[in-house]
């Protein structure tokens, strides 16, 4: 069955989307705006309570892995979406 014009426009939304959340999700990992909202979070969150003064660095490490991967895996997804929906129309 082929597909509507509803659905090759849903798909490529969905896709432009991924793919805007791909540019913001790396834009900010380059920044460091995680480590830094991480920070305050822990400065803020977990203050007075028995916890060392400074995050470990091993944490923001694992956070910049995290960003990175996430923004990059949302890269690939958009970009997929987007081939299925050319190749759909095509």
């Known amino acids: 069955m082929p597909a509507t014009r509803a659905d090759t426009d849903g798909v490529r939304v969905i896709g432009l989307l ?4 791909a540019v913001l ?3 900010l990992h380059l920044l460091g705006a995680p480590d830094e ?6 400065d ?5 309570l028995d916890v060392p003064e400074h995050p470990p660095q ?5 956070i910049g892995r995290v960003t990175l ?22």
């Open 18 to 21: 991924l793919l805007a959340g």
């Open 25 to 27: 999700t790396l834009a």
């Open 37 to 42: 909202l991480y920070r305050w979070l822990y």
């Open 44 to 48: 803020n969150l977990l203050s007075g």
């Open 58 to 62: 091993w944490s923001l490490d694992l």
């Open 69 to 90: 991967i996430g923004g990059i895996l949302e890269l690939v997804a958009g970009l997929a979406v987007l081939a299925v929906d050319r190749t759909r129309s095509a």
